[in-house]
């Protein structure tokens, strides 16, 4: 570490390495695709920002039809994901969705809280449909009745980053999923 250099690393371990991630991510956009090939009508898809954003670019380009794009944004105030969190949009969607298939796309479900927020308040502007994907899917602390229709990777605990997913902003970068050992 150097002088200038007052955030100190945190310790790392790779839990799912980059290939493991593009096969899965391959895997993926090839069950969606089939998916929205029978239901046939308008996809949206929904990315939330940020985390979702490198999962997301590289799952558009395994799908083999032409969705809309429009990204999401939500903040929770309060005490992390305690019961009384308020969780607001920060950037609604541009695009109306009515009538329109919707695919919520995020990086990790754990909770759950943030992604029935979402499909709750979108429900109310009629949709023919909405549906999750996440990349990890982190059930040991879910606390609300959610389904992820569309997993990559299914974890039971622990803090990851990488492949889009933040540590204080920061770890984005990496590109395998990480575990960070406090
Ligand atoms: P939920 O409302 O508890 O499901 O929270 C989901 C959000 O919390 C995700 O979209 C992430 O932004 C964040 N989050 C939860 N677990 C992790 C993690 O292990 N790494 C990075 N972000 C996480
Ligand atoms: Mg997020």
Do not use: N, W
């Amino acid at each position: 570490m150097t002088d200038t250099d007052q955030t100190p690393s945190p310790r790392l371990k790779e839990v799912i390495g980059p290939e493991a991630i593009a096969r899965r991510v391959a895997e993926l956009g090839a069950d969606i695709s089939r998916h929205y090939a029978r239901t046939r009508g308008e996809v949206v898809l929904a990315p939330v920002l940020k985390g979702a954003v490198v999962f997301f670019a590289d799952l558009l380009r395994h799908l083999d039809f032409s969705p809309l794009v429009d990204f999401i944004r939500v903040a929770s105030y309060g005490e992390g994901t305690s019961p009384g969190e308020v969780i607001h949009f920060t950037k609604d969607l541009e695009l109306s969705i009515a009538g329109r298939q919707v695919l919520l796309i995020d990086d990790i479900v754990d909770t759950g809280r943030s992604m029935a927020f979402l499909k709750s308040v979108l429900l109310a502007r009629e949709p023919a449909d909405i549906r999750v994907c996440a990349l990890i899917d982190k059930r040991q602390r879910r606390e609300v009745d959610l389904v992820v229709d569309f997993a990559g990777f299914v974890v039971d605990r622990g803090y990851l980053v990488g492949y889009g997913l933040d540590h204080a902003e920061r770890l984005r970068e990496l590109k395998g999923i990480c575990e960070l050992i406090e």
